[in-house]
């Protein structure tokens, strides 16, 4: 199964990218569907973002998780409001960084004490463009509260 979502993005980036534009920039809308990896699941959604400025980013996603055993299954729904601060540095094709999460996790199922509520979420990163309308996105995120943790997602930021 992780194979086969790998190469789905993988796939996908080669099509899209075939167009050009600049990197990360004021007015650039960016699209990534992601899939990650945390201490409970393996969440996938997808993510967009606007940028503002040349460094500033804000947009959106929403990740869905679930998990479970023969007895009992549970699923969590994340959506939430993003801001990104990216730095300028001098290594070709490559756009780090840094920014907030703030959303809404909503659980169902049987998970005792948990509940739904709010999050922040601090998170780090980087793109990678194969392409300037193409590029592979890993974000590593840390979370408190109900939902602590790190974890990441990963994914392909298409140039829309």
């Given at each position: 199964?992780k194979k086969?979502i790998?190469v789905?993005?993988?796939m996908?980036?080669?099509i899209?990218?075939?167009g050009?534009s600049k990197?990360?920039?004021?007015?650039?809308?960016?699209?990534?569907?992601q899939v990650?990896l945390?201490?409970y699941a393996i969440?996938?959604?997808?993510s967009?973002?606007f940028?503002?400025?040349d460094?500033?980013?804000?947009?959106?996603?929403?990740?869905?998780?679930s998990?479970?055993?023969?007895l009992?299954n549970?699923?969590?729904v994340t959506p939430?409001?993003?801001?990104?601060?990216?730095?300028?540095v001098?290594?070709?094709?490559?756009?780090?960084?840094?920014g907030?999460?703030?959303?809404?996790?909503y659980?169902?199922?049987?998970?005792?004490?948990?509940s739904?509520g709010l999050?922040?979420?601090?998170?780090?990163g980087?793109?990678?463009?194969?392409s300037?309308?193409?590029?592979?996105?890993l974000?590593l995120?840390?979370?408190?509260?109900?939902?602590?943790?790190?974890?990441?997602?990963?994914?392909?930021?298409?140039?829309?």
């Amino acid at each position: 199964m992780k194979k086969g979502i790998f190469v789905f993005f993988l796939m996908a980036a080669l099509i899209v990218g075939l167009g050009y534009s600049k990197m990360f920039e004021k007015g650039g809308k960016y699209l990534t569907p992601q899939v990650g990896l945390n201490s409970y699941a393996i969440p996938v959604g997808v993510s967009f973002g606007f940028g503002i400025t040349d460094n500033v980013e804000v947009g959106g996603s929403m990740l869905y998780l679930s998990w479970g055993d023969e007895l009992y299954n549970y699923a969590v729904v994340t959506p939430s409001a993003e801001a990104f601060y990216h730095f300028k540095v001098n290594v070709k094709n490559l756009d780090p960084f840094a920014g907030l999460n703030i959303g809404y996790y909503y659980f169902t199922g049987d998970l005792g004490s948990f509940s739904s509520g709010l999050f922040l979420s601090p998170f780090v990163g980087a793109r990678y463009y194969f392409s300037p309308k193409t590029a592979a996105m890993l974000k590593l995120y840390f979370s408190a509260g109900q939902l602590s943790g790190v974890g990441f997602v990963g994914g392909v930021t298409f140039q829309i």
